[in-house]
């Protein structure tokens, strides 16, 4: 199970890496322009360390290993919901701009994405770091389930801290669902907010899902429980939110223009007819 965990998750960092490369490669298109080109790198060079997180949890459990794989875990997680959100605010702001008369984008440019995207991640690093000083996770024997077996495994150590962390990825999680769900009916052809939204709620049904699983789960499939739930996330993320740009700029280069993004394409065809 571990090797095919492991090449899961390889697959996946390869992929989104691939994701990155395309994106790099057409950075002056308006595709990828839309809404600060920045915060899609930042994004994908999140998800891509999420994916690649997850193979820290396989493997015998010593000290260092415990407490590296949930502070990393929750970190590249934080920080990629964070660029999610910046990405989902810009939406909004976007379209505010649009209307006459309205400089909010001057309140809200780069340099205040990348406060407020370092402002949410470090809020998860302190909270890391308030639990690995206090209660930080350790390796155990656990032979609760079967007497005859001595599983290794990591103990979380401070149960709270352990559910403050998953708990404030799924704050970021639902601010950012709630936005782009607000936005999900902006004018435009390619509106990103859709496929935010959708990506979001894949993400927190995932999570959701793992709550339970994860506290029913006896020894060793604890683990494999939040391996899933962290390549099933990541994967969720990739594809929603980044499967239908490639599609365009890859397969469709004839929208890969500014009219079209802005819906001006179909909307000087009706005048025409």
């Not at 794989?69 to 379209?95: N, P």
């Not at 998953?166 to 509106?191: D, E, H, S, T």
């Not at 594809?239 to 700029?249: D, L, N, R, V």
């Not at 223009?257 to 009706?270: D, E, P, R, V």
Request: with cysteine; charged share 10%; hydrophobic share 50%.
């Amino acid at each position: 199970m571990g090797v095919t965990l492991t090449v899961i998750a390889l697959f996946g960092a390869c992929l989104t890496i691939g994701v990155l490369a395309v994106f790099l490669h057409y950075k002056n298109t308006p595709m990828v322009r839309v809404n600060n080109s920045e915060l899609s790198f930042f994004i994908l060079l999140s998800l891509a360390l999420c994916f690649l997180s997850s193979i820290a949890f396989i493997g015998e459990p010593a000290n260092w290993s415990c407490m590296f794989r949930h502070t990393v875990f929750s970190i590249t997680f934080s920080l990629c919901i964070s660029c999610i959100l910046g990405k989902t605010v810009v939406v909004l702001m976007v379209f505010k701009a649009t209307q006459p008369g309205s400089n909010i984008m001057k309140w809200f440019g780069p340099i205040q994405q990348r406060i407020m995207i370092s402002a949410c991640t470090s809020v998860q690093i302190i909270i890391c770091a308030i639990w690995l000083i206090a209660m930080p996770p350790f390796p155990s024997k656990n032979t609760k389930y079967q007497s005859s077996k001595i599983i290794l495994e990591c103990d979380v150590g401070s149960t709270l801290a352990f559910w403050c962390v998953l708990g404030y990825i799924g704050v970021l999680a639902c601010m950012c669902f709630v936005l782009a769900f607000l936005a999900r009916k902006l004018p435009g052809n390619f509106n990103e907010a859709k496929y935010i939204t959708f990506s979001m709620l894949i993400f927190c049904a995932v999570w959701i899902a793992f709550i339970p699983a994860y506290v029913s789960s006896p020894g060793k499939y604890t683990v494999a429980v939040e391996i899933f739930a962290i390549l099933s996330s990541s994967f969720g993320l990739l594809f929603c939110i980044f499967a239908p740009k490639c599609y365009i700029i890859l397969l469709k280069p004839q929208k890969n223009t500014k009219q079209y993004i802005m819906g001006k394409a179909s909307a000087n065809t009706s005048n025409k007819t």
